[in-house]
């Protein structure tokens, strides 16, 4: 524990769900080791909020994804810029962290420097410049002090350029997704013995859910079909919840939808196979040791630039790690109800995905966790900035 004179104020700002559990998990090891001398104001989701964070309001706002989707959004994204920097000058917290959704990110810190508000600026996450963007490690010095990366590899891509950043790990390491109780997730929702519990994970954006549910609910009907004893489980989140209970009420396949980290990861205890949108679920699912796929769909414009955009084989972070398909990707015209139906039916019967050599490369096995050593670094920062 580190010992502090005055309670440390950290502004942390995220956009979309996968931020903010990240978060989450900083602020508890942040707490730890002050000693809970510590105050958090800024924009986060429940999760943080439960850690504490006075959160300025709710992330749904910035939750949206595609180059064409976020149009509609733009003049509220803009209104909240102005939020956040007035909140920032009223709080005047000794040091902030931005997390992931780094197009938003930057934003807020380029006006912050603009407005000469020199308060230390981290950022958590690294965007992918070894996927698309490449100038970006040229200029992210400008905005922040300092960065923490989650692969290995990535300082390597901002060192060069004067930029301090570090490899902390993957925070997927550290949440616990291994560490499910099928037996009571099956009780307490009443699944049969014999069921065969199939993982729904459609995504925890507006947009990933318009556009999957459909084609995951009508391979789901096909799977059924085949497999008479499936259950479903549904984990979801704040931001999608109502319109996933509204989307399966009246359904006649056997299911539930749950929320919270703890109900998640049970459910990925209890299920034999999964079928998720892209993203962080992926890795939490690996942990688990729970076979799955993931897809994703968006807007075909979208689609057609992110194509010509990419410079990447996957998308999916295991694959890319060991530059192989371990996690089969179903994407855009791929995404289609039978290629859906055909995957989780052979992940059935062939349920082994190596999975381990990635997880390892992501910090598995390391005696400091990922939000641990990011929290040591922020305290590091903010007493070399002489404020505890």
Not at 126 to 155: H, I, N
Request: hydrophobic share 40%; glycine share 6%.
């Amino acid at each position: 524990m580190v010992s502090v004179e005055k309670k440390l104020k950290v502004y942390l700002i995220t956009g979309e769900p996968s931020g903010d559990l990240l978060g989450s998990r900083v602020m508890r090891a942040l707490k730890k080791q002050t000693g809970g001398c510590i105050q958090f104001n800024g924009v986060g989701g429940e999760t943080m909020i439960q850690e504490g964070l006075k959160s300025l309001f709710d992330i749904s706002d910035l939750a949206v994804m595609g180059l064409v989707e976020v149009i509609p959004s733009l003049p509220k994204i803009l209104k909240r810029f102005d939020d956040i920097l007035m909140d920032i000058t009223k709080v005047q917290p000794d040091i902030i962290m931005t997390i992931d959704s780094f197009s938003f990110s930057a934003r807020v810190h380029q006006k912050l420097i603009k407005k000469g508000i020199r308060i230390p600026h981290v950022h958590y996450v690294a965007p992918q410049v070894w996927a698309w963007k490449k100038g970006r490690a040229k200029t992210l010095g400008r905005y922040v002090d300092r960065l923490f990366c989650l692969l290995p590899k990535e300082p390597s891509y901002f060192t060069p350029y004067g930029l301090k950043a570090d490899f902390v790990g993957h925070p997927v390491i550290e949440g616990g997704a291994d560490k499910g109780d099928a037996a009571s997730f099956r009780a307490k929702y009443k699944i049969p013995e014999n069921a065969k519990v199939l993982c729904l994970l459609p995504g925890s954006r507006k947009n990933e859910v318009k556009y999957l549910l459909p084609i995951f609910k009508e391979a789901v009907e096909k799977i059924q079909k085949q497999v008479p004893d499936l259950f479903v489980v549904i984990p979801t989140v704040a931001t999608v919840a109502d319109k996933l209970k509204e989307y399966f009420s009246g359904w006649s396949i056997s299911h539930v939808i749950v929320r919270g980290e703890k109900e998640r990861y049970n459910a990925f205890a209890a299920s034999q196979v999964s079928m998720a949108a892209s993203g962080t679920v992926s890795l939490e699912l690996a942990m688990a040791g729970v076979p799955h796929l993931i897809a994703y769909r968006v807007s075909p414009l979208t689609g057609f630039m992110a194509r010509h955009l990419l410079k990447i084989k996957f998308v999916n972070l295991i694959n890319l790690l060991v530059d192989k398909e371990i996690i089969p990707e179903l994407l855009q015209e791929n995404c289609t109800v039978d290629k859906l139906t055909e995957t989780i039916l052979n992940l059935l019967n062939n349920p082994k995905q190596e999975t381990q050599e990635s997880l390892k490369q992501l910090g598995l096995g390391e005696n400091l966790s990922p939000s641990e050593k990011t929290a040591a670094l922020i305290i590091e920062m903010v007493n070399r900035n002489g404020r505890a």
